[in-house]
C-alpha cells in the first residue's frame, strides 16, 4: 500500500512541478518583454533625432552638440544611481545561502531519498551488491549530467546538483569498498582520487565555486571515507599535499579565496590529529609544507597589487600561530631543542617581506602586518625560551596583534577576533594560575607560570595603550572596550598577586592577608596616581576610591590584628609590624592630593566614607601600637585591649570628632561637622553606657576631667569660630549699605 502511495505521490509531484515551471516561463516570457520596450521607450528619449547626411556635411557643430547632450544623460543617470553599499567580506555567503538554501536542502532530501530506496530495495532483496553500486554510479552521473545541460541558464543551481551528483559517487564507492567488499583499498583510493579529480576539472570547466567547495569537501573526507583504522600518514599527507597544490593552483587561476580557506581548515585538522595521535619526526616535513602552500595563497594578492585583502591577512597570522603550536607540540613530545627554531625562522621570512617593504618606502598595510608578525614570532621565540605555556603565550600574543592589526587597518573584523579570542586567553591564563595550586618549590619570578603571566601582563598592556589610543582618535568609549580594560587591569593585579602569594604562602594567614591586602592598596594607589594617562572614567574612579577605603579599614583592623597577635606568640618578628605602616603614605596621598581632583565628592556619602577611613585607621593603629608596647604576650595583650578600649579609646574619639568639628566650620562642609557630631554622641554612650562602670575610681576621675577639658576646649572654639563668622559677615552687610548710601 505505502509503495502505491508514494508512486501517486511522486505523480502529484511531477503534475504540480510541470505547472509551475509553465508559470514559470510565461512570467519571463512577459518580464523579457517588458525589458525590451524599457529600453527601447529609454534609448528613444535620451538619443536626439537623427541627423542628416547632409546636416553632418555642413554643420559638423550638430555633432559637437549631440555628444554633449548624451554625455550630459550619462552624467544625469550615474547621479541618479545610488550609493554602492559597501558590504562586509562575509555577505557574499549570507547572499547565497539565502538565494540558494532551498536548493541544497532539496539536493540533499533527493540525496537521502535515493539512499533510502536502495535499502528499501536491499530489504526486499530486488538486486545485489553489484548492482547496488552500480545503481549509485549511475544515479550520480545522472545528476551530474542534469547539471551539466543546466548550467547555463542556471548556474548555481546546476553547480549545487552536480555537487549532489559528486556527494553520491562518494558515498557509492564509500559503501561499495566498506560494506561490501567489492574492491581493494587501493582501488577504492584510486576512484575517489578519479572523483575528486574529475571535479575539479569540471568545476574549473564550468567556473563555479561552489562546485569546487564541494569537490574539495569530497577530496579531503575520502580518506576518512575509505580508512581501514590502519594508519598511513605519509601516504595520507602526500595525498594532502597534491590537493593543496591543486588548490592553489586553481586559486591562482581563478582567485577564489574560498576554496583555499577550505584546504587550509581540513589539513590543520588533519595535522593536528597526527600531532596528537603519533607525533614523529616526518610530521615536520609536512608541516612546512602546508606552511609554505599556504603562506603563498595569502600573498597571491600581495604579488599582483602589493596589497593585502582582509583574508590574506587572517590567514597570515592563523598559519603562522597555528603552524607552531604543531611544531612546538612535536618537539616537546619528542624533547628535541631548540624549541624556538621555528619561530625565528618564521620570523626571518615575515622579516625579508618587512624589509622589502621599507625598502619601497611603504608604511601601508602590508607593512604593519609585517612588522605585527614578525615581532609577535619573535616574543613568542622568548617565551618559548623560557618554558612558558604555550596555548596562553600564543593566544596572549596572537590577540595583541589582531588589535594592532585592527589599529593599522580599520578593518572591524581583527576587532570581532581580538573579541573573540580575548575570553579565551583569559580562560587560559586561569588555567595557568591553577599550577600555583599544584606545584611546589618554583624559583622567584623565573617560573613558568609568571613567566607566562607576564607575557599575559606585557600583552595587556599594550592592549590597554592600543584601546586608549583609539578612543582618543573617536572621542567615544565603547562597552566592549571598557570591560577589555577592566578585565585587563584584573589580569595584571591577579598574575602579580598570585605570585607574591605564593612565596609567602608559608607564613600565618595574618601576615600573608596583610601583605596581600597591602599590594591591592598600592595596585589601586598606582591606578588612581596615572588615571588621567589611563583614561579611567569618573565612575571607575570613584569605585576604586571607595575600594580603596575598604581595603584600607579591613587590612588595619582585620589582618594588622592577626599580624599582633602573631608577633605576640613569638610566630613573627616584631619588625613585620612595621611593613603594614607602608599603608599610611597611599592613604595621606590619595586623601590629600588625588580626591580632591576627582569627582567623588559630588556625593555626600563621600565625607562619610572618608570620616569612617581615618576614624577606622587611626584608631586600629593607635590600639594595635599600645598592645604591643605594653604586652608580653597574647594573654597579657586581652587587658591591654580592654584597657585601651575603656580608657583611651573615648579620648581619641572626642579629639577626632572636634578636628571633624572644626575642619567642617573652618571649610564649610556641613557632613564633616555631622561626622564630629556624631562621633560625639557614640563616645557619649559609651563612655556612660559601659566604660564608666569598668573603670577604677582614678581612671573614672582621669577620664572624665580629660574628656571635660576636651569637651570645654571644643566648645569654646566652636563659639570662638561662630563669632569670627558671624562678625565677618556683619562687616560684610555693613560695607555693603554704605556703598549704597
Known sequence: MNEYFAVILIVVIAIVFNNLNTKIRKLEKKISDLNSRENNASFSSEIPQEISPTEELTTPQTIQTVEARQENVKLHQHRDLPPIEQKDWLSPLFDFLK?????????????????????????????????RAGIGLCTGAGIILIGHFLRKNYKTFASIITGGGIAILYFTATIAFREYHLFSQNTAFIITSLITAVSIILSYYYKSEVLIIISLIGGFTAPLMISTGQSNYPFLFIYLTLLNIGMLAVTFLQHWKSVGWTAYIFTSLYLFYWTQEKPELLSITFYLISYVIFYIFALLDYFRKKDLT????????????????GLYSIFDQLQYEPVIIFPVIFALLNAVLLFKEYGRKSTGTPFSVFAGITVSLITIAVALQFKTHLITSIWAIEATLLLFIWKKTGHKIFKTCFHLLFPMVICAQIVTWSEYFNTEDLSIIFNPVFLTSLVTIISSVINLYILRNAEKETEKSDFFEDLTAIISYGVIYTALLFEIIYHIHDMAWGPVSSVGILFSIYYIFVLLIFRKQLTISNDIQKGLIILFCFLMTINISVSTSEVVEDILSKELGSGFYLLHLFQWIPLIYVFLKIIPDTEFHKSKISYWIIAFTLITSVSCELHHSYV???????MASYEAKEHFNILYLPILWTVLASIFIYIGLKK???EYSKVGFALMGIMVLKLYGHDVWQMDNISRISAFIVLGIILLLSSFTFQRLKNIIKNMVDKKDKNEENIDL
Open 310 to 325: 582582509i583574508p590574506d591577512i587572517l590567514m597570515l597570522v592563523l598559519i603562522n600561530f597555528s603552524s607552531i603550536i
Open 628 to 634: 604591643l608596647a605594653v604586652s608580653q604576650d597574647v
Open 99 to 131: 538565494q540558494n538554501i532551498l536548493t541544497i536542502i532539496g539536493i540533499f532530501t533527493l540525496v537521502l531519498g535515493i539512499g533510502y530506496f536502495v535499502k528499501y530495495a536491499i530489504d526486499k532483496n530486488w538486486i545485489g551488491e553489484t548492482a
Open 668 to 670: 564649610n562642609i556641613q
